[in-house]
């Protein structure tokens, strides 16, 4: 069962950006949080970004946050990532993520299946 989407991955050069995209192909519910995270192989899965539904507040990790913009699309319950500056350190498969339950804490319940992200050096 898909819950989330990515799209927007490939192979790119040190320097060069990506845009990924995330998007639920049900349409049904409601979001109150999405998110993006990553794994490279043999390696934990880590926090990149997130961004709360209804006001866009966004965050984002120390290593990306002055490279990597997170944004969405409310209306077509679908979230951004642009990537600028990529590193060979920024290879890893991207996820996305979104809270649907109403109880005010960041809880991830939905999951996508992943993007690859290569960045060569």
């Known amino acids: 069962q898909v819950q989330l989407v990515e799209s927007g991955g490939g192979l790119v050069q040190t320097g060069d950006s990506l845009r990924l995209s995330c998007a639920r192909p049900?349409?049904?519910?409601?979001?109150?949080?999405m998110g993006w995270f990553r794994q490279a192989p043999g390696k934990e899965r880590e926090f990149v970004a997130t961004i709360t539904w209804s006001s866009g507040i966004a965050s984002y990790s120390n290593s990306v946050k002055d490279r990597f913009t997170i944004s969405r699309d409310n209306a077509q319950n679908t979230v951004y990532l642009q990537m600028n500056s990529l590193k060979p350190e920024d290879t890893a498969v991207y996820y996305c993520a979104a809270d649907s339950r109403a109880d005010g804490r960041e809880d991830y319940d939905l999951w996508g299946q992943g993007t690859q992200v290569t960045v060569s050096s």
């Open positions: 049900v349409r049904t519910g409601r979001i109150y949080r």
